[in-house]
């Protein structure tokens, strides 16, 4: 089992046929399945929000790299494959292409990677908010992410376009409001 | 019994006897036993053979198959239908059971056989016409003049294993001309070869004179029965074949030279006042009924309810002539003893003979005389033996050159191995029995032909001598088995691909334990009826289980114990004896399973055993059946269902 900074990856990591896209139906669902867990549990591990594919694969400096290549058995993911898990990662709502929100295309080479949805992680921010007591108090999206008092929850260090879609969830809820520009984007709770 | 049970091949034909050929195969086939339908067979084949005729029955064929003997056949009668009324054959039995004594009353030989049931069983003489005190049975054969084709008998003094060029012969009555030596010899042997077993069958040697053996041939070929009026030894009496009023101490007919009944009836024979001749009922009683349940075997009649009863009957007509059961038990054309043959020839010979009843000659003097008589008889044997060849040597040219083109076709196939030829020429011979397109009825298209080219094959499949599919594992491709076929036919009538398919076709219908297979490639396979899928994949499975087992051939960096190696086709060719074409349908259909799955590398396709799937892609669907499903779900809901 090769492990990556601690990562225990599953037994079938280092099964050759993992890294073939299967003829067979049920199989190729199963392998999809594996795989794009595998993937969550990488990155919730390695704490990675976004991935680029091509680097993932291609090259050795990324930190997905040997999630995708498994050197000890010589085998690797075609970056074809790689983009077929993703968009079945899509369809369970845990893999998003970056920009294609932004009316950008999508499919493009990088790629949201989910382990926790933007629901998800809206309701961990308003679970903070409730513990702590922060209603009604204006936050900016920088403290959130990188302040004193966010330190140790689960959210601190968050990728801060991740957390603004977060709060972009909650505002639709009608539990959160942002104010403020671009750059320096506020956001007040309800 | 007339009608006996029969055993069946696995591919539900008749078994044949080592000798049997089959003539004709016709389907839709009923049987009448008297004027009543058999309940149990009223839908079937008929195989006719050089022997027998065997009816399988479509629904039933193990149970209800019967067939009939062509020797216990006394008569065969056609009748062509009418309306509704199917064509028929009658085949009436002869009665087997009756003493052969009865037999030679005149009163019974004077009975007409006109009716079948009356006189049952004159054609019973046969067992008289040869016994064992008869050392030079009078021959009735006859020889077709080659010049005006006059049927001239044999000269009864003629001996076939004693005569040599020198041997006079009778010109022909009609014409003149003389015969040559090979055609009376050809004439002489084949008649002798067909009298010879009938007497071994029913062994009841009686002491009658040799003429009647004459009479008695020729009634039974003239078809009439010759008529000795009375019991009067004076009177003349008439010729079979002429009708010419001959003295009754003539041995053959003045007028056309046809073997005479003679009157010198032992007297026992003679007043034998007909016992029970006419009565039928010890006749039917001593026939107990067949298995089947027959109760009045006067007669069997075959309907034929789809046709080919004309060309049933013109072969049953040629087999009943033929009379080749006869030939199956007989013994080998008689060698002549060496008395007899030197008795039949003048002069060197008869002197031998005489020395041999002589007492014997001791010293020098007699030793010197024997080497003599062995040399003697040696030249005498060896003349014979070449008397022989000549006869043999008018046809033997053709069946050389008939050997040498089998020869060449079957080493022409050319490429193949040493063993397949081996098999091949092996099969060829065994394929004697083959279906072809003119044995089979044509009316019913083409569907007969294939049922029993299916039968055939299924035969030639699972025929352990050959083990053609053990051979390939079990397995083999339609169309290497298509070209071994054909080849094994040696080139004459061969199976066109198309029928051939259609045959194969044929297997599932007709229950045979050979079944054909298709691969989702669309590639066609031939394999035994208990293979299945899960067999195969259990075999598979099973050797992939002990790869965990057994270390690779070389270092692999994989973790081997928990995964065991990928194979590929050709390993599992190899491993199974199958063809790699076989090797990859069955290991892409155990992938369709979900039993293996693939691996694409730079070393080409590997197979492993499933460990991405070990559940999780059970619960899945593919879309369509989520869709079909999901408006069912909702059909039901509202109500529809």
Redesign the interface.
């Given at each position: 089992m090769a492990t990556s900074e601690g990562f225990q990856f599953p037994k079938e990591h280092s099964f050759p046929p993992f890294y073939t896209p299967q003829i067979n139906l049920s199989t190729r669902h199963a392998q999809l399945t594996k795989w794009s867990s595998l993937i969550l549990s990488y990155c919730r591990h390695h704490s990675i929000y976004r991935l680029s594919l091509s680097d993932a694969t291609n090259s050795p400096s990324s930190p997905a790299y040997p999630l995708f290549n498994n050197e000890a058995i010589n085998r690797r993911l075609s970056p074809s494959y790689v983009k077929e898990i993703v968009n079945f990662m899509k369809k369970d709502g845990r893999a998003e292409w970056y920009g294609s929100d932004k009316n950008e295309g999508g499919g493009g080479d990088v790629v949201w990677i989910y382990w926790r949805t933007p629901e998800e992680w809206a309701g961990v921010v308003e679970g903070w908010v409730e513990e702590t007591g922060n209603k009604g108090q204006v936050m900016t999206v920088y403290e959130l992410t990188e302040g004193e008092t966010t330190r140790g929850s689960e959210f601190w260090g968050l990728d801060q376009e991740l957390l603004i879609k977060a709060i972009q969830v909650l505002a639709k809820k009608g539990r959160a409001q942002t104010m403020g520009g671009e750059e320096n984007l506020g956001v007040k709770f309800f | 019994m007339f009608l006996k049970h029969i055993d069946l091949t696995t591919a539900l034909r008749p078994s044949y006897l080592p000798d049997e050929d089959l003539l004709f195969v016709q389907d839709n086939v009923g049987l009448y036993e008297g004027k009543f339908k058999l309940p149990n067979q009223q839908n079937g084949q008929v195989y006719l053979t050089s022997h027998r005729i065997c009816y399988v029955d479509k629904a039933e064929p193990r149970k209800y198959s019967v067939a009939l003997d062509l020797k216990d056949v006394e008569r065969y009668e056609f009748y062509a239908g009418f309306l509704k009324s199917s064509p028929k054959v009658t085949l009436i039995p002869k009665a087997t059971k009756r003493s052969s004594l009865q037999q030679r009353s005149p009163a019974h030989v004077a009975v007409p056989s006109r009716s079948g049931n009356s006189s049952p069983a004159h054609r019973q003489d046969g067992a008289l016409r040869v016994s064992p005190v008869e050392p030079t049975p009078m021959s009735t054969a006859t020889w077709v003049c080659t010049i005006c084709s006059f049927s001239n008998p044999v000269p009864s003094n003629f001996d076939p294993t004693a005569a040599n060029a020198h041997t006079p012969l009778p010109p022909c009555l009609a014409c003149g001309i003389k015969p040559t030596l090979t055609l009376v010899l050809k004439a002489a042997i084949s008649n002798a070869s067909t009298r010879q077993p009938s007497s071994p069958a029913l062994q009841t040697p009686l002491p009658v004179r040799p003429k009647q053996i004459a009479d008695l041939t020729s009634a039974q070929s003239s078809g009439l029965t010759a008529p000795p009026r009375s019991s009067d030894p004076d009177a003349s009496f008439h010729c079979p074949r002429c009708t010419f009023a001959n003295h009754p101490s003539l041995l053959s007919c003045e007028i056309c030279g046809a073997p005479l009944i003679s009157h010198d009836i032992p007297t026992n024979l003679t007043q034998n006042p007909r016992p029970n001749t006419e009565s039928p009922g010890p006749f039917l009683n001593s026939i107990a009924p067949a298995p089947t349940g027959l109760e009045n075997p006067e007669n069997v009649k075959l309907s034929f309810r789809r046709g080919g009863e004309k060309i049933f009957y013109e072969r049953l007509k040629g087999c009943m002539t033929q009379r080749k059961w006869l030939l199956q038990n007989a013994p080998p054309i008689p060698k002549s003893s060496r008395s007899e043959s030197t008795n039949s020839v003048p002069g060197a010979a008869g002197s031998s003979e005489l020395e041999r009843q002589r007492p014997k000659i001791g010293g020098i003097a007699g030793l010197e005389r024997q080497t003599q008589a062995m040399r003697k008889n040696n030249e005498i044997v060896i003349g014979n033996a070449f008397e022989d060849l000549e006869a043999l040597m008018a046809s033997a040219k053709e069946i050389v050159a008939l050997a040498e083109s089998f020869a060449k076709q079957v080493k022409g196939a050319g490429g193949s191995s040493a063993s397949e030829n081996a098999l091949l020429a092996e099969s060829a011979s065994q394929l004697g029995l083959i279906t072809t397109k003119d044995i089979v009825g044509s009316d019913g298209g083409n569907s007969l032909y294939l049922s029993e080219l299916a039968r055939t094959l299924a035969e030639f499949l699972t025929d352990d001598r050959r083990g053609v599919l053990r051979k390939a594992g079990g397995v083999i491709s339609l169309v290497d088995l298509w070209a071994m076929f054909n080849r094994a036919r040696g080139g004459v009538e061969l199976v066109s691909p198309a029928d051939f398919e259609k045959a194969a076709n044929l297997w599932e219908k007709l229950e045979l334990p050979v079944r054909l297979r298709v691969f989702k490639s669309g590639v066609k396979v031939v394999q035994g009826k208990d293979r299945t899928d899960e067999s195969t994949v259990r075999a598979l499975l099973a050797w992939m289980k002990d790869l965990h087992e057994f270390p690779p051939d070389r270092e692999v960096?994989?973790?081997w114990h928990?995964?065991g190696r990928?194979v590929t086709a050709r390993d599992v060719a190899e491993r199974f004896g199958w063809s790699i074409g076989v090797a990859e349908e069955e290991l892409e259909m155990a992938?369709?399973r979900?039993v293996l799955?693939?691996?694409?590398?730079i070393e080409g396709l590997?197979f492993?055993e499933?460990?991405?799937?070990?559940?999780?892609?059970?619960g899945?669907k593919?879309e369509a059946t989520l869709k079909a499903e999901l408006t069912l779900k909702m059909l039901k809901e509202s109500g529809f269902i």
């Open positions: - | 960096p994989w973790d928990e995964f990928g992938e369709e979900g799955c693939r691996e694409e590398g590997k492993w499933n460990l991405i799937d070990t559940g999780e892609g059970k899945y593919d």
